[in-house]
């Protein structure tokens, strides 16, 4: 599965930006799908994760309440509504698909399947 994150883009404070993860290669109904982010000298850390069938979500306590994954297995993407950004929220965002589904995600290299990133930067 090849993946690439899209729709990144400079948004002020208290702003929206929708995010979407297209893969290619297969189809993603198998698999369960994640948004990583990496902020400027910090770690890569999990963002959403959404299984195969759209019945689990799970989001980190730092997005909960203003992100919303969702998926459409027909046309084979994933996208991020984020909503309320803060500057705190600046980073290249990723996506990720992995055939289990690990509510938190797992470390960056031991997802299954990585795509390219695409910049979110937040402004005050």
């Known amino acids: 599965v090849q993946l690439q994150a899209s729709g990144g883009g400079l948004v002020q404070a208290g702003g929206s930006l929708g995010l979407s993860c297209a893969a290619s290669?297969?189809?993603?109904?198998?698999?369960?799908m994640y948004w990583f982010r990496q902020a400027p000298g910090k770690e890569r850390e999990f963002v959403a994760s959404?299984?195969?069938?759209?019945?689990?979500?799970y989001y980190s306590d730092s997005v909960k309440g203003r992100f919303t994954i969702s998926r459409d297995n027909a046309k084979n993407t994933v996208t991020l509504q984020m909503n309320s950004l803060k500057p705190e929220d600046t980073a290249v965002y990723y996506c990720?698909?992995?055939?289990?589904?690990?509510?938190?995600?797992?470390?960056?290299?031991?997802?299954?399947?990585r795509g390219k990133g695409t910049q979110v930067t937040v402004s005050s």
């Open positions: 990720a698909a992995d055939p289990l589904y690990y509510p938190v995600g797992r470390a960056w290299r031991d997802m299954n399947y």
């Open positions: 290669g297969r189809t993603i109904s198998t698999y369960a």
């Open positions: 959404i299984s195969e069938r759209a019945h689990r979500k």
